[in-house]
């Protein structure tokens, strides 16, 4: 069912009378590999213990270099797990001074590994925002979602964390997490959901965050694959096209993003990047691209864009 | 029609309103109040009506109720927690009913 739908995001944007072009990029997300230690069933890429794709330093320098040329207000770097790619402390290192918030997803059970222990101080010592997976405070739903055993480490994780002061009051070190649905449903209103969350993980183990975004599962990589086995495609599909909202345009995060994939290749998000989809459509090198994507030129979009305009969107 | 209760059905709620259009309407437009945020969230008005879906046992409720309870975030303990309750009240008023029998059967018995 996947191939019939194709193109129909951009035929809805004809439809509607809209269109999605670029602004002013402000944002440099990097995504430094496929290299997991989870293998989550809602992700988009396919991360996984398997996988070798992951940037060499050479790669590095190149976005370094780029980072440097054009002074991104935000640097978000992303895998798989960063914290497994080797070099990463060099990446870091050099691109905190390039930006005035460099965050870094983590996964919590990545930095939790025994040769990983160092990383928190360079996180520390460079204002590194994290953003923290952590989709569910129901241990089984965790699990069907991330793998069995992930609960208890994320959790000491996030409490020696908040124990450095991640995520408290007045320190100055943000930790915010990230939810997505635990299936084929929509996800739910973010402040109403960070509410709870606050309230859950404070009640039930005493930890804290600052902030909590909800996401929509992307009908991509491995969740796609599931969506398709547990014959929920078509459904999902069709919650997400019915949820189509126009007002979502204007704020999504492709508008002001560059994504840049481990091999150094370009690309308007990183979900493009799952869709091989490429910037301005056609492959473009990190080394090759002086400045920013031109304001007012199109996006690349696919069928997976429903998913970041279904309901109030994903920004 | 192959079965009472077929999933499809409940797409087809609204034609109930054919041939009594304004008591549908009236029916509609409170369901719609009474579950707005108020005093109660969203998401808490979400899990007591999946316990009241069990409790009167409706799947198209069921079916409703656990897809809502989902997108509003309650997690799978909640919702499980909520069925218990609607069951506890529903076991509770058969049990309490068994004070009934007692008085009855003492009245008659030596």
Not at chain 1, 270 to 283: C, M, Y
């Amino acid at each position: 069912m996947k191939d019939t739908l194709h193109n129909s995001f951009e035929l809805r944007l004809t439809r509607e009378g809209v269109s999605l072009k670029r602004d002013q990029a402000h944002t440099l997300q990097i995504n430094t590999g496929l290299l997991c230690d989870l293998k989550c069933r809602h992700c988009h890429l396919s991360a996984g213990p398997g996988r070798k794709e992951v940037m060499s330093l050479q790669t590095m320098e190149q976005v370094i270099a780029y980072a440097k040329r054009n002074r991104f207000a935000t640097i978000d770097i992303t895998g798989g797990a960063p914290e497994l790619v080797p070099h990463i402390e060099h990446l870091i290192g050099n691109l905190a001074p390039s930006t005035d918030r460099l965050m870094l997803r983590t996964n919590l059970t990545a930095l939790s590994q025994p040769d990983k222990t160092h990383l928190l101080e360079l996180f520390r010592e460079h204002r590194v925002i994290l953003i923290a997976s952590f989709p569910s405070t129901n241990e089984g739903q965790l699990a069907a979602q991330r793998g069995d055993g992930v609960m208890d480490p994320s959790l000491k994780m996030l409490q020696k964390l908040n124990d450095v002061g991640y995520g408290i009051e007045g320190s100055g070190l943000e930790l915010d997490l990230v939810a997505n649905p635990s299936g084929a449903f929509m996800p739910t209103d973010q402040e109403a959901a960070e509410r709870k969350f606050k309230h859950d993980l404070a009640r039930k183990w005493n930890l804290h965050f600052n902030s909590l975004f909800i996401f929509a599962n992307m009908p991509l990589g491995r969740f796609a694959d599931w969506l398709e086995q547990s014959e929920n495609f078509d459904a999902y599909m069709e919650k997400l096209h019915s949820g189509f909202n126009s007002c979502t345009l204007d704020g999504l995060m492709c508008r002001t993003l560059v994504s840049v994939a481990w091999d150094g290749n370009l690309y308007d998000c990183d979900f493009n990047q799952a869709a091989h989809i490429p910037l301005g459509g056609k492959p473009t090198h990190i080394s090759e691209f002086e400045g920013l994507p031109e304001r007012g030129t199109a996006i690349a979009v696919g069928e997976h864009c429903f998913a970041c305009t279904a309901g109030s969107g994903f920004t | 029609m192959s079965d009472y209760y077929e999933r499809e059905d409940l797409k087809k709620f609204a034609d109930i309103g054919k041939d009594a259009p304004e008591l549908a309407h009236k029916f509609f437009d409170y369901y719609a109040a009474v579950f707005a945020e108020g005093e109660l969230s969203a998401r808490e008005k979400a899990l007591i009506a999946l316990g009241v879906a069990h409790a009167v046992q409706c799947p198209y409720c069921i079916e409703a109720y656990t897809t809502s309870c989902l997108e509003k975030g309650s997690n799978l303990g909640e919702m499980t927690e909520a069925v218990h309750v609607a069951n506890a009240i529903r076991g509770g008023a058969s049990l309490v009913h068994g004070v009934q029998m007692r008085k009855l059967a003492e009245k008659v018995s030596l």
